[in-house]
């Protein structure tokens, strides 16, 4: 019977029938879809959940925390604002003093019959687990709203995987997975109508860094919407509200029971939770009738008789569909993708798997000790009766670990295999245990889809920039489009990329851009001596724009500064090259070291996504309006630095041999070690300071996460512009330039007569000045070129003006790299000092 079935297309269970609407309901869905439809805009995965939660809302308690923070913030800018939400009111947003009193505000509201919801993530959502236990315990509806995130264990992360959603699944909160950013939208409503159907409180959850900063063109839901969907819940609001504590009706609740009646009043609620998957799927059927998009707590996509299917959740569903779309029709795979996980519902996932299957692959994004991974585990229990299909668990994407269809397809393939692996891990590679898949990286993309990349300095402005413009062309033209922003740990002055796409189909690639680059902008040229070729123009493809933010505008400037290996990929792969310097324009038209709008500008120019005069005029219309606030004169600067950023943009025609080595030009190390540095850190450290840390195997990490101190001195990132150079004769020995800078770069040293002898040329010294202590001694305030940022903090903040800003080129061929390096060999003096004093504790080793 079953091979007959699977011949058919059929399922492994018959289909669990959906009730339908009741017409009242199904109709005013429909009007309020017609009277108020939605529009098409730009959105993130936090910007779509918070407008529904505010909608839903009475109270919203909030605490910040990565990546949930934009909910609280949006949430609080709103209520300030004064906007009204679906009730008609504006709801009291009230910031507490950890996540642990958010969650008891929502519960202390929700027992005297108000809604409320609240926002959180990772250890956020740990600290919410004893109320989550009382409010699931007492049957009180609300959302809690999460993007999903690492739980920190042998380190901090906060990037996005499941651990957090996992440590709450039982506490008896039912909890739903939005897989992108239109449906952290479409389910938010969907949870928000639910949890007052069943009355069951439910989770939330988007992937953190992923879904929740993603920018996607979405179909957006409109307050008409919220409102018409509140008024048919008047109903169950009204219930809900007359369970609430009110001295016209008294209750007690919170009692203390016993063993002869505590777990027969546990399982008296089994009915109640027995009926959310059927609640979940009937506030599903609202949303349908709302935005005709349709979902169900499982969703197959694939191949009618699927011999092989991977169970997933989450944005990796994104991928895993993008990989089917590129298999085609013939190949007889597909995917599940597992929207209500708690409570777990046997029959409606076996009503979605094809009858043919054979083989499943479980994928959980998160690790446990068990006999596999709850997602896995969940799967296995379910498919008990079902002998003949071997089921096999992998964990992928931990802390937002880059998940791509490359990786997806190794997963298929070891599931295909005679002996396939596992458990297996993926995206990773694992010589301790061996549970790694190989992989490649495949091309799957719609047709027609542009790939932009630019790489920006935290906090220079270019995310911002690169958002403005994804919400331009999203506004402005009838393209599919997907931001994505990559940061390091460092986030203000660490390295940022921007990822973005632009098609005529949707986009589904939940990964970072790996090929078919065909805009590469890097706005700090520092990063062509700090980075490999490969990470910076390895995802570029043939004939792609290449443009560079630098002095150097002539094609002999770009030879003598760009490296070998650099200039023989832009000549082998066909580059067109621009390049502006666009830092000398920000400072002459008063924007000092911001240059995210004239890159913008570029940007608009060349990509030819949009037509190039109408984006510059429309980009001019949002800069007014984004700083308008601030007054007429930064509006003025910052639409002159637009008008100026096209006439100093420079096509640089590449003669022949432009890429041949220079007279004794050899191609040198990322990173020139002499052999005095630890093994961890050129086996470890330079590779994630060169953004090549994932391909990193597991065996050169400790476990238990112990790292030694003092690492930062290695880093040598090189990536300030300019750096601070003293002038000694201005000098008056304060060390205030030491004690504010955050990085420790810049510091005072004392050096003897002898030990002068052997002080290279840029080593200028002064007759150490402040009494005995310093007698017989010589003064000298010194930068690490190489370890500066750039931030001028010490500039400003020396009373003197002895610090001057030179460019690092400059600085470091006049000798101050030399002059730092000699520093390092002085002997410390600081037993002489008092390291109570501001200028005696800056005589100290900073040691972290």
């Given at each position: 019977?079953?091979?007959?079935?699977?011949?058919?297309?059929?399922?492994?269970?018959?289909?669990?029938?959906?009730?339908?609407?009741?017409?009242?309901?199904?109709?005013?869905?429909?009007?309020?879809?017609?009277?108020?439809?939605?529009?098409?805009?730009?959105a993130d995965g936090c910007s779509a959940a918070v407008a529904v939660a505010y909608a839903f809302a009475e109270t919203i308690f909030i605490y910040p925390i990565t990546p949930t923070t934009p909910l609280g913030e949006t949430a609080d800018q709103w209520a300030v604002a004064g906007r009204t939400n679906a009730f008609g009111i504006v709801p009291k947003v009230q910031q507490m003093q950890s996540e642990a009193g958010a969650a008891a505000g929502v519960h202390g509201t929700l027992?005297?019959?108000?809604?409320?919801?609240?926002?959180?993530?990772?250890?956020?959502?740990?600290?919410?687990?004893?109320?989550?236990?009382?409010?699931?315990?007492?049957?009180?509806?609300?959302?809690?709203?999460?993007?999903?995130?690492?739980?920190?264990?042998?380190?901090?992360a906060i990037f996005g995987d499941h651990s957090d959603i996992m440590a709450v699944r039982q506490t008896g909160f039912a909890l739903l997975s939005s897989h992108s950013v239109q449906e952290s939208y479409d389910l938010a409503l969907a949870a928000h109508v639910a949890t007052l159907m069943c009355s069951v409180p439910f989770v939330h959850f988007f992937d953190g860094m992923r879904t929740s900063h993603e920018i996607q063109k979405v179909h957006a839901l409109s307050d008409g919407?919220?409102?018409?969907?509140?008024?048919?819940?008047?109903?169950?609001?009204?219930?809900?509200?007359?369970?609430?504590?009110?001295?016209?009706?008294?209750?007690?609740?919170?009692?203390?029971?016993?063993?002869?009646?505590?777990?027969?009043?546990?399982?008296?609620?089994?009915?109640?939770?027995?009926?959310?998957?059927?609640?979940?799927?009937?506030?599903?059927?609202?949303?349908?009738?709302?935005?005709?998009?349709?979902?169900?707590?499982?969703?197959?996509?694939?191949?009618?008789?699927?011999?092989?299917?991977?169970?997933?959740?989450?944005?990796?569903?994104?991928?895993?569909?993008?990989?089917?779309?590129?298999?085609?029709?013939?190949?007889?795979?597909?995917?599940?993708?597992?929207?209500?996980?708690?409570?777990?519902?046997?029959?409606?996932?076996?009503?979605?798997?094809?009858?043919?299957?054979?083989?499943?692959?479980?994928?959980?994004?998160?690790?446990?000790?068990?006999?596999?991974?709850?997602?896995?585990?969940?799967?296995?229990?379910?498919?008990?009766?079902?002998?003949?299909?071997?089921?096999?668990?992998?964990?992928?994407?931990?802390?937002?670990?880059?998940?791509?269809?490359?990786?997806?397809?190794?997963?298929?393939?070891?599931?295909?295999?005679?002996?396939?692996?596992?458990?297996?891990?993926?995206?990773?590679?694992?010589?301790?245990?061996?549970?790694?898949?190989?992989?490649?990286?495949?091309?799957?993309?719609?047709?027609?889809?542009?790939?932009?990349?630019?790489?920006?300095?935290?906090?220079?402005?270019?995310?911002?920039?690169?958002?403005?413009?994804?919400?331009?062309?999203?506004?402005?033209?009838?393209?599919?489009?997907?931001?994505?922003?990559?940061?390091?740990?460092?986030?203000?002055?660490?390295?940022?990329?921007?990822?973005?796409?632009?098609?005529?189909?949707?986009?589904?690639?939940?990964?970072?851009?790996?090929?078919?680059?065909?805009?590469?902008?890097?706005?700090?040229?520092?990063?062509?001596?700090?980075?490999?070729?490969?990470?910076?123009?390895?995802?570029?493809?043939?004939?792609?724009?290449?443009?560079?933010?630098?002095?150097?505008?002539?094609?002999?400037?770009?030879?003598?500064?760009?490296?070998?290996?650099?200039?023989?990929?832009?000549?082998?792969?066909?580059?067109?090259?621009?390049?502006?310097?666009?830092?000398?324009?920000?400072?002459?038209?008063?924007?000092?070291?911001?240059?995210?709008?004239?890159?913008?500008?570029?940007?608009?120019?060349?990509?030819?996504?949009?037509?190039?005069?109408?984006?510059?005029?429309?980009?001019?219309?949002?800069?007014?309006?984004?700083?308008?606030?601030?007054?007429?004169?930064?509006?003025?600067?910052?639409?002159?630095?637009?008008?100026?950023?096209?006439?100093?943009?420079?096509?640089?025609?590449?003669?022949?041999?432009?890429?041949?080595?220079?007279?004794?030009?050899?191609?040198?190390?990322?990173?020139?070690?002499?052999?005095?540095?630890?093994?961890?850190?050129?086996?470890?450290?330079?590779?994630?300071?060169?953004?090549?840390?994932?391909?990193?195997?597991?065996?050169?990490?400790?476990?238990?996460?112990?790292?030694?101190?003092?690492?930062?001195?290695?880093?040598?990132?090189?990536?300030?512009?300019?750096?601070?150079?003293?002038?000694?004769?201005?000098?008056?020995?304060?060390?205030?330039?030491?004690?504010?800078?955050?990085?420790?770069?810049?510091?005072?040293?004392?050096?003897?007569?002898?030990?002068?002898?052997?002080?290279?040329?840029?080593?200028?010294?002064?007759?150490?000045?402040?009494?005995?202590?310093?007698?017989?001694?010589?003064?000298?305030?010194?930068?690490?070129?190489?370890?500066?940022?750039?931030?001028?903090?010490?500039?400003?903040?020396?009373?003197?003006?002895?610090?001057?800003?030179?460019?690092?080129?400059?600085?470091?061929?006049?000798?101050?790299?030399?002059?730092?390096?000699?520093?390092?060999?002085?002997?410390?003096?600081?037993?002489?000092?008092?390291?109570?004093?501001?200028?005696?504790?800056?005589?100290?080793?900073?040691?972290?």
């Amino acid at each position: 019977d079953r091979r007959a079935d699977a011949a058919r297309g059929g399922r492994l269970v018959e289909a669990v029938p959906l009730a339908e609407l009741p017409e009242e309901v199904a109709e005013a869905l429909r009007a309020a879809a017609a009277a108020h439809p939605s529009k098409q805009e730009p959105a993130d995965g936090c910007s779509a959940a918070v407008a529904v939660a505010y909608a839903f809302a009475e109270t919203i308690f909030i605490y910040p925390i990565t990546p949930t923070t934009p909910l609280g913030e949006t949430a609080d800018q709103w209520a300030v604002a004064g906007r009204t939400n679906a009730f008609g009111i504006v709801p009291k947003v009230q910031q507490m003093q950890s996540e642990a009193g958010a969650a008891a505000g929502v519960h202390g509201t929700l027992v005297t019959g108000a809604l409320s919801t609240t926002f959180t993530a990772s250890q956020g959502l740990l600290l919410m687990i004893p109320n989550m236990y009382k409010i699931a315990g007492e049957l009180l509806p609300c959302v809690f709203h999460v993007a999903a995130r690492s739980v920190a264990g042998q380190a901090l992360a906060i990037f996005g995987d499941h651990s957090d959603i996992m440590a709450v699944r039982q506490t008896g909160f039912a909890l739903l997975s939005s897989h992108s950013v239109q449906e952290s939208y479409d389910l938010a409503l969907a949870a928000h109508v639910a949890t007052l159907m069943c009355s069951v409180p439910f989770v939330h959850f988007f992937d953190g860094m992923r879904t929740s900063h993603e920018i996607q063109k979405v179909h957006a839901l409109s307050d008409g919407q919220f409102k018409a969907v509140m008024e048919l819940l008047e109903e169950k609001i009204d219930e809900f509200r007359g369970k609430a504590l009110n001295p016209q009706h008294p209750t007690l609740r919170g009692t203390a029971q016993s063993a002869d009646i505590y777990f027969q009043n546990v399982e008296a609620a089994n009915p109640i939770i027995a009926a959310v998957p059927a609640a979940v799927r009937q506030a599903m059927h609202w949303v349908k009738a709302l935005t005709g998009r349709e979902y169900d707590l499982f969703q197959y996509v694939g191949h009618p008789r699927a011999t092989d299917v991977v169970i997933v959740m989450g944005s990796g569903a994104q991928v895993l569909e993008e990989l089917i779309d590129h298999y085609g029709a013939s190949k007889r795979v597909g995917i599940l993708k597992v929207h209500l996980f708690r409570p777990w519902s046997a029959k409606h996932f076996l009503s979605q798997l094809p009858s043919s299957v054979k083989r499943i692959a479980v994928l959980d994004r998160c690790k446990e000790h068990g006999v596999g991974e709850p997602l896995y585990t969940d799967v296995c229990a379910t498919l008990q009766g079902w002998p003949g299909v071997r089921v096999i668990g992998g964990r992928y994407g931990l802390a937002s670990k880059d998940f791509t269809t490359g990786m997806a397809h190794a997963i298929f393939q070891n599931l295909a295999a005679s002996r396939p692996k596992h458990p297996f891990t993926v995206g990773i590679v694992d010589d301790v245990s061996g549970l790694s898949l190989e992989y490649e990286e495949i091309a799957t993309l719609p047709e027609g889809t542009v790939q932009c990349m630019l790489f920006g300095f935290g906090s220079d402005g270019t995310v911002g920039a690169n958002k403005n413009a994804i919400k331009l062309i999203s506004k402005e033209t009838n393209l599919y489009t997907q931001g994505h922003f990559a940061y390091d740990a460092l986030k203000a002055g660490g390295i940022t990329c921007s990822h973005l796409r632009f098609g005529p189909s949707p986009i589904k690639a939940s990964y970072e851009i790996t090929s078919g680059c065909t805009y590469l902008a890097v706005h700090k040229k520092e990063y062509l001596n700090t980075f490999s070729v490969h990470s910076i123009f390895g995802p570029t493809q043939e004939g792609s724009i290449f443009v560079l933010n630098s002095p150097w505008t002539t094609p002999d400037m770009l030879r003598e500064n760009l490296k070998l290996e650099f200039r023989e990929v832009i000549v082998r792969k066909k580059l067109t090259v621009y390049n502006i310097d666009a830092n000398s324009v920000a400072r002459r038209a008063g924007m000092g070291r911001l240059i995210n709008n004239i890159m913008q500008t570029v940007f608009f120019h060349l990509a030819n996504i949009l037509d190039p005069e109408k984006a510059i005029a429309l980009f001019k219309k949002e800069v007014e309006k984004t700083y308008k606030s601030k007054g007429p004169e930064v509006v003025k600067k910052n639409i002159d630095a637009i008008d100026m950023a096209l006439d100093n943009l420079h096509r640089i025609e590449l003669p022949e041999g432009w890429e041949l080595p220079r007279d004794l030009e050899v191609q040198r190390p990322l990173r020139e070690r002499d052999g005095s540095e630890p093994a961890v850190v050129t086996e470890i450290l330079d590779r994630v300071q060169l953004r090549e840390g994932g391909l990193l195997p597991v065996s050169k990490f400790t476990p238990g996460g112990q790292v030694e101190l003092g690492m930062t001195q290695w880093a040598k990132r090189g990536v300030a512009p300019r750096v601070p150079v003293v002038d000694m004769d201005k000098c008056t020995q304060c060390n205030k330039c030491a004690s504010i800078c955050p990085h420790a770069v810049i510091r005072p040293f004392l050096a003897s007569p002898l030990e002068l002898k052997e002080a290279p040329q840029a080593f200028d010294t002064r007759r150490a000045a402040g009494g005995n202590a310093y007698a017989g001694l010589h003064f000298r305030i010194q930068v690490s070129p190489m370890d500066c940022t750039g931030c001028e903090v010490c500039v400003t903040s020396c009373p003197d003006n002895a610090l001057a800003m030179r460019d690092i080129g400059e600085a470091v061929k006049e000798g101050h790299k030399d002059a730092w390096d000699f520093a390092m060999t002085l002997p410390n003096r600081a037993e002489r000092f008092d390291s109570f004093s501001v200028k005696g504790a800056q005589f100290n080793q900073p040691l972290l």
